[in-house]
Nanobody, 124 residues
């Protein structure tokens, strides 16, 4: 399984960016896809997570408090893709953003997979 991110770049404060991540390979089920970020000198942190529903539950999303109301995570399940729409960007959003997915790739194995990351830079 591979995850490939795209969409990072440089934007002015208050601007917007949309990150995309595509999962490919041997995939039976995508259980969750999300975005993490790591700023220089800081630990990697969860930004947003989209969990696939089951027969008994709906899809669900969660966000870090620092991005609530500004970022929106969405999925295209048919394409195994996840997006992160980032609005009202701030200098404190500067980080490398990583796509992460929890994927069942065979009936006996589920694992976490990571992309290589994409840089987001916000100028003040």
């Amino acid at each position: 399984v591979q995850l490939v991110e795209s969409g990072g770049g440089l934007v002015q404060a208050g601007g917007s960016l949309r990150l995309s991540c595509a999962a490919s390979g041997s995939i039976l089920r995508v259980n969750a896809m999300g975005w993490y970020r790591q700023a220089p000198g800081k630990q990697r942190e969860l930004v947003a997570l989209h969990t696939t529903g089951t027969m008994l539950t709906d899809d669900s999303t969660m966000y870090a408090d620092s991005v609530k109301g500004r970022f929106t995570i969405s999925r295209d399940n048919a394409k195994n893709m996840v997006y992160l729409q980032m609005n009202s960007l701030k200098p404190e959003d500067i980080a490398v953003y990583f796509c992460q997915a929890k994927i069942t790739d065979n009936p006996w194995h589920c694992d976490d997979y990571w992309g290589r990351g994409t840089q987001v830079t916000v100028s003040s």
